[in-house]
């Protein structure tokens, strides 16, 4: 089957341009999960959803950074008025149950370099 | 080959021995454990994971440990591949009841020579 799918794979932005990020989870996953990974650095986590209920964005870095998953599938990260501190590998991990003791599924990242 | 997590971050091994990579955590309550491996352009791929119930679980060439005392996991690899070389990170899950938020240590970056 499908594993967790991103788009674009890389995105250029100019400083102060809006950017929106798309993440396909794998089909039937309830729990999605938005980590933003740094040059040499570990994912950090941005938000989590359960179905299309955004339960936790402790981790969003300020009120520029969005996200929503309407239908509890596909999600999108938007990032406003991007800032050249943005620029990072933005992951997508879906994970099949809403809570427990099970490990989260990832895809490829999508890039983001803001000039 | 070993590594000391954060303090030395790169590990080099010979094709064929075995890696040790370690980990501390951070935070005692926490209750389960995965270890991932990220190759260069990809997103972070399981390879193994462990519940705090127990202290070492076993898969195909790789082994984990977990010692709870001193919050320290480490990642055994067998016979270490060139397909092994990869940066290895350790992620925790401060509370599996919830299983909210994965806090992931720096990885340590496996090189295996030829």
């Known amino acids: 089957g499908a594993g967790v799918s991103q788009s674009p794979r890389y995105k250029v932005a100019k400083r102060g341009q809006d950017v929106a990020l798309r993440c396909d989870p794998i089909s039937g996953h309830v729990s999605l999960f938005w980590y933003q990974q740094a040059l040499g650095q570990g994912p950090e986590f941005l938000t989590y959803f359960q179905n299309e209920a955004q339960l936790d964005k402790s981790g969003l870095p300020s009120d520029r950074f969005f996200a929503e998953r309407p239908e509890g599938s596909v999600s999108t990260l938007k990032i406003q008025r991007t800032q050249q501190e943005d620029s990072a590998v933005y992951l997508c991990a879906s994970r099949s149950r809403g809570t427990g003791a099970e490990t989260q599924y990832f895809g490829p990242g999508t890039r983001l370099l803001v000039l | 080959g070993e590594s000391v997590g954060l303090h030395l971050p790169t590990l080099s091994v010979q094709e064929g021995d075995n890696s040790i990579i370690n980990c501390a955590y951070s935070?005692?309550?926490?209750?389960?454990f995965i270890w991932y491996k990220q190759e260069s352009g990809k997103g972070p791929q399981f390879i193994i994971d462990i519940r705090s119930n127990m202290d070492k679980r076993q898969g195909q060439r790789v082994t984990v440990l977990l010692n709870k005392t001193v919050k320290h996991l480490s990642l055994q690899i067998a016979a270490t591949q060139p397909g092994d070389s990869a940066v290895y990170f350790c992620a925790e899950n401060r509370d599996a009841n919830t299983g909210n938020q994965f806090y992931f240590g720096t990885g340590t970056s496996l090189t295996v020579i030829p």
């Open positions: 935070n005692s309550a926490s209750d389960y």
